[in-house]
């Protein structure tokens, strides 16, 4: 069992930055594909960004693609997801996933076993 938290989130005016981090705890995260899913207020949650571990591979959503940035520290179990030029329909709530069981299957919310709580990000002047 994983245990996943996520934190850093908070208000930012657009064209701000700001790096939201997820802990794991219970196993270490080095072996794991982690995957950064988020929330907007009213809509489906959609992927954002995932580091395949088995690969060592990231993969990006378009949406996000030159702004976003994955990346992971083992020796600290986190992985962070650095978000700058923001804007405001990057607003949601920002969960990491792990526990991915195939590795084709990156951008479906279904396909991972582990959940954070999740971590409000609004960008608004």
């Known amino acids: 069992q994983v245990q996943l938290a996520e934190s850093g989130g908070g208000l930012v005016q657009p064209g701000g930055s700001l790096r939201v981090s997820c802990v794991a705890s219970g196993r270490t995260l080095s072996t794991y594909s982690v995957g950064w899913f988020r929330q907007p207020p009213g809509k489906e949650r959609e992927f954002v960004s995932v580091f395949l571990w088995s690969a060592g591979r990231i993969y990006y959503a378009d949406s996000v693609k030159g702004r976003f940035t994955i990346s992971r520290d083992n020796a600290k179990n986190t992985v962070y997801l650095q978000m700058d030029s923001l804007k405001p329909e990057d607003t949601a709530v920002y969960y990491c996933?792990?526990?991915?069981?195939?590795?084709?299957?990156?951008?479906?919310?279904?396909?991972?076993?582990?959940w954070g709580q999740g971590t409000q990000v609004t960008v608004s002047s």
């Open positions: 996933a792990a526990g991915l069981r195939y590795d084709s299957d990156f951008e479906r919310s279904s396909a991972y076993n582990y």
